[in-house]
């Protein structure tokens, strides 16, 4: 790709106004900025000292991390968690909170399947705050040990539904009630998962196409047709007899395979033919080179630059996300035995324990989805290409883009498509004018 687009689009981004979780949170607590204009610092001041007055007393967090969330000398994004904290404490609205969660870190809103995120918005609704939350969570996972499984079933939208009853409940009946129906909230959205698997599914389709073409040809250079004509092998092949093909040519002396052509041809094939619990192997092709944040720092400039609006994904990552079902009724029965265990040792070792296993669990991020959209729409675009050799327009491959994307994010309860923030600004820019870019080109851009 270019690299002049690539150093425009890096000086864009670095020197252009952006929606941000900073912005968000100064224009939330400093109502007399007006408009899109880039913020000073004094309203920063001015925000955090508003914010800071009217939370203080719920210690949601230390000076210096609340500080961050204003983009006072550094900034940062807070979990989920710490929205909820902020919510509590500020007495913020549900539709405050969604607006939190949903404008300001870019996530989906409130998750009605995760007993901690429906009990915070009971407490929302009736103006309790941080403690009284805490302690009905607590009750509710003590009570709630060793009640059986969770439905892996999408229900959402019958608890929702329910919610406008039970809503009115008081506290206690409130948490008989979601006792009653603990199989239901199963800690994350089967809906926002399944979205990310037809995602993955269909990226799979085209990675495995290109995979295939390099196999046949590499196949087709060694020799393999001839050999099978010769085997008076006909008809679809698979891995295993391509497997002793390369066994045969590696000990032959006529004509011999070389290593590195055998070790391609193993590994193309080990692709090709991978089994359905391999797909995270697959899918690493899309993030092959995304390095850890801040490294090679000239190399991944644009990409450091986006900060925490995109993470990096890894093998491990993919793995996890995809089974997240499992691993989530793991975490809840760690915090209700937790909840549960009166011995102060014991309870120690359980906290250590489930901080550990923690570092597993992942939500599908609004991120996760778009990288997959944006490759999906360049290969769609690249295929309808070759076929009809139709030309290239921008603003076709954006409208598409946006029309999947949207899509997605819509019923998962994210934010549309939005080029006021950098990200979407980002890959909005892969559809550049005269051409179309990946979005693992784009980020390797420099300054």
């Not at 506290?171 to 809906?191: I, P």
């Not at 993955?200 to 001839?226: N, P």
């Amino acid at each position: 790709m270019s690299d002049t687009y690539c150093k425009q689009l890096y000086r864009d981004i670095t020197s252009n106004y952006y929606q941000e979780f900073t912005s968000f949170m100064t224009k939330h607590w400093y109502p007399e900025i007006l408009g899109d204009s880039e913020i000073t610092q004094e309203e920063r001041q001015g925000a955090y000292q508003n914010f800071y007055k009217t939370i203080k007393d719920a210690r949601i967090a230390n000076r210096q991390t609340i500080r961050r969330w204003f983009g006072l000398s550094e900034q940062s994004i807070p979990s989920r968690t710490y929205i909820f904290r902020i919510a509590l404490a500020a007495g913020l609205s549900v539709e405050e909170t969604e607006e939190y969660l949903q404008l300001g870190i870019s996530q989906q809103g409130i998750q009605d399947n995760d007993y901690r995120e429906f009990i915070a918005r009971y407490c929302l609704d009736h103006g309790l705050g941080i403690d009284k939350c805490r302690r009905m969570i607590e009750f509710y996972e003590r009570k709630s040990q060793n009640r059986g499984k969770w439905e892996q079933e999408s229900n959402t939208n019958w608890v929702r539904e329910q919610y406008t009853v039970v809503r009115d409940y008081p506290e206690e009946e409130f948490l008989v009630w979601m006792h009653k129906h603990q199989k239901y909230f199963k800690g994350y959205s089967l809906t926002v998962l399944k979205c990310y698997r037809q995602l993955v599914e269909e990226c799979l389709i085209f990675l495995r196409k290109d995979v295939m073409e390099s196999l046949a040809q590499e196949l087709q250079a060694a020799g393999f047709m001839e050999w099978r004509e010769q085997k008076g092998q006909k008809g679809v092949y698979g891995g295993t007899e391509i497997e002793r093909f390369v066994k045969n040519r590696l000990r032959t002396i006529r004509n011999p395979l070389s290593p590195d052509k055998a070790k391609e041809i193993r590994r193309l094939a080990s692709v090709a033919y991978a089994p359905q619990d391999r797909i995270s192997d697959l899918v690493l092709e899309l993030y092959s080179t995304m390095p850890g944040r801040n490294k090679h720092q000239d190399k991944y400039a644009l990409y450091n630059a986006l900060g925490g609006e995109i993470h990096r994904v890894d093998k491990k990552y993919i793995s996890e996300l995809l089974n997240s079902a499992v691993l989530r009724e793991k975490q809840m029965i760690l915090q209700m035995e937790l909840a549960a265990e009166t011995d102060e040792a014991a309870r120690r070792t359980k906290e250590k324990e489930l901080k550990k296993f923690k570092q597993r669990i992942h939500l599908v991020q609004r991120s996760d989805l778009l990288v997959l959209a944006q490759y999906i729409i360049y290969r769609r675009i690249e295929e309808i290409s070759m076929l009809y050799e139709k030309p290239y327009s921008a603003q076709t491959a954006k409208d598409e883009f946006c029309e999947l994307a949207d899509g997605m994010l819509e019923l998962c309860g994210m934010r549309r498509v939005d080029d006021r923030y950098m990200l979407d600004h980002v890959l909005l820019s892969c559809f550049a004018e005269e051409d179309i870019y990946l979005f693992i080109e784009i980020i390797e851009g420099g300054e």
